[in-house]
């Protein structure tokens, strides 16, 4: 049987980080718990996890500078959780790496979906590729994508690192080329989630995207915005 995904639960509140950790718990995933950010890297010090549940708001060290520690340093999932309505901590969150986000107070039904949608689209298990077959490989402009082990290359061979998210959109794109895409179809694509008035994360995930695949972000050729419409690839 495969091992159980490994989930580090930062979060300053005890009960909630002690609820969290026994529902996960009993539906098979390995927790580990941290207060603040000094525990927290102790605890990835001794094995680093799949994903990171981090609440954003933790004494000292917050959660947007821990998650911008996380994405320099290790290949991780991260599921921010926010105050609810708390838009622009939520955009920024997503701006620095996050994977999807959680509003407080949440349903530990809901959590529970999210971090398996989260794995499911970026974890170990999805990267592993297939055993001893030949993988699967897309142009995206100027790089390289492998659907089989989840990596994109730049155009010297360098390995361009990507959320589970920035994946998704980048198969959903090459599956779907020359054919535009609103952000609602986008949403329930990648995610399976209905899009909601004024959310941007799209948006900020393609601005992301740009950064990474196209020569000059500001003047997109691969993945092209269409007024008042979406995105379309251009292979």
Known sequence: MPAAAKVLIVEDDREIREAVADYLDGHGYACAQAGDGKAMRAAIAEGVPDLVLLDLRLPGEDGLTLARWLRDNHEVAIIMVTAAGDVVDRVVGLEVGAD?????????????????????????????????????????????????????????GEEIPLTGMEFDLLRVFAEHPNRVLSRDQLLTLTRNREWEPFDRSI?????????????????????????????????
């Open 100 to 156: 999807d986000y959680l509003g407080k107070p949440f349903d530990l039904r809901e959590l529970l979906a999210r971090v398996k949608s989260v794995l499911r689209r970026g974890g170990k298990a999805g990267k592993a590729g297939k055993a001893g077959g030949a993988t699967r490989k897309l142009a995206i402009g100027a790089c390289m994508l492998d659907l089989d082990t989840h990596q994109l290359t730049g155009r010297k």
């Open 203 to 235: 948006d900020i995930r393609i601005a992301r995207l740009r950064r990474k695949i196209e020569a000059d972000p500001e003047k997109p050729r691969t993945i092209k915005t269409v007024r008042g419409a979406g995105y379309i690839f251009i292979p």
